[in-house]
Each structure stands twice: as structure tokens, then as C-alpha cells.
């Protein structure tokens, strides 16, 4: 069974950087028929798509444009977890962020069928 | 970014009863549709991927339908444990975008 269990501070400071991990148990974050996602949620913007990273014979990662100048998904292939990292937050990234498996690859496509707690990250001085 | 419009943003039902959500994409993403099932405090669920498969494990009395932009949700025999939010989500173009919910009473 596959589980995912984020982790990372609860209280970010403004313009600072927010980290979090994805520790992944059950399956492989250098899986070639798994995507590794980072998806939030808040009551302003709803369930908000991040990005992801995945291995297809080299590493790939895909952000949402809104993000992308201040978005890192990697992977950490020696602890089986991927991380986010969010430069220069604002209070508008104050969110329950969620780590999400997407089955997919040349065998198919499954969904994002696994997800992890949410972990809520709030922005505040 | 392909927007997706939910209809209604909430509903109430009974036990048994058949309900039925709709989600609208802002253009064509095929059959690359799925609905996810979200209750309170807890992380949303997978019910449906590819516009009509219903996920492992998901009950049968949930199925998905449609295809280029207009889809739907429908849940037969409603159950009290049916009770929760319903989102729809793209995955044809990045970024993936998901609906602003339905909320469902039973």
C-alpha cells in the first residue's frame, strides 16, 4: 500500500522560503510509472495544481507558470521523497499543501490516485 | 490556463437518490477528466479518472461521462457517507486546474 507523509514547518515568515518533503513508502520516487505532485488548497484559490517531478531514463519536472520563477520540485532518490521549495512567500501561500502519486506512464494512466495528509503552511510575521 | 465550472456549487438529496454534477471546461481536454470525492479535514479522494473510469476501489454507484467539454458526475442510491465536496480536474495541459467544488448534503 502506498503511503505519503509530508513534512515541514507549519509557520513561514514572509518573504522567506517554504520546504517541504514527501517521504514515500510502498513505491519508488524514481518509479517510470509514477509523477510525484504538489498540489494546495485554500478557501481563496481552491485546489491549486503546483507541480511535479518524475523519472522517464532522466528527471523531469513541470510547474504551474504562476509559480515558476519561484518553484523547485526534486527528488531525493537516497531517502525515496521529493520536496517542494517555494521562494518568497506571501501571505497568499498560506494553504494545506498536499503531496499527491499520479499513475502514469507507458502503461497507462491512473489518476492521481494517492494523496498524502495535508500539512497546513501558514505565511505570517 | 483552461478554466473548469462546476454546476451546482451545492445540493442537497436523500438517501437513495440519484444526483448528478456537472463540470464545464473553457475549451476541449477530450477525455482527460477526473473527480475527486473531499470530505472535511481530510484530503481529496480519487472516484474517476479518464472522464468515465471509475478508480480502485471507488463504489460502483459513482460513474463519470462526457467528453471535450462538458462532463458529469453522477452518484446513484446516495449513501449518508456520500456527503462531501466533489471536484472535477483537468490534466490535458498544464497547468492542471481543478473546479471550484460541489457540495453535496445527504
Known amino acids: 500500500q502506498v503511503q505519503l507523509q509530508p513534512s515541514g514547518p507549519g509557520l513561514v515568515r514572509p518573504s522567506q522560503a517554504l520546504s517541504l518533503t514527501c517521504a514515500i513508502s510502498g513505491d519508488s520516487v524514481s518509479s517510470d510509472s509514477a509523477a510525484w505532485n504538489w498540489i494546495r488548497q485554500s478557501p481563496s484559490r481552491g485546489l491549486e495544481w503546483l507541480g511535479r517531478t518524475f523519472y522517464r531514463s532522466k528527471w523531469f519536472s513541470d510547474y504551474a507558470p504562476s509559480l515558476k520563477s519561484r518553484i523547485t520540485i526534486n527528488p531525493d532518490t537516497s531517502k525515496n521523497q521529493f520536496s517542494l521549495h517555494l521562494n518568497s512567500v506571501t501571505p497568499d501561500d498560506t494553504a494545506v499543501y498536499y503531496c499527491v502519486r499520479e499513475g502514469t506512464g507507458s502503461k497507462g494512466y491512473y489518476g492521481m490516485d494517492v494523496w498524502g495528509q495535508g500539512t497546513t503552511v501558514t505565511v505570517s510575521s | 490556463d483552461i478554466q473548469m465550472t462546476q454546476s451546482p456549487s451545492s445540493l442537497s438529496a436523500s438517501v437513495g437518490d440519484k444526483v448528478t454534477v456537472t463540470c464545464r471546461a473553457s475549451?476541449?481536454?477530450?477525455?482527460?477528466l477526473a473527480w475527486f470525492q473531499q470530505k472535511p479535514g481530510e484530503a481529496p479522494k480519487s472516484l474517476v479518472y479518464?472522464?468515465?473510469t471509475l478508480q480502485s476501489g471507488a463504489p460502483s454507484r459513482f460513474s463519470g461521462g462526457g467528453s471535450g467539454t462538458d462532463f458529469t458526475l453522477t452518484i446513484t442510491n446516495l449513501q449518508p457517507e456520500d456527503s462531501a465536496t466533489y471536484y472535477c480536474?483537468?490534466?490535458?495541459?498544464?497547468?492542471?486546474?481543478f473546479g471550484q467544488g460541489t457540495k453535496l448534503e445527504i
Open positions: 479518464a472522464a468515465s
Open positions: 480536474q483537468q490534466y490535458t495541459r498544464y497547468p492542471y486546474t
Open positions: 475549451q476541449d481536454i477530450s477525455h482527460y
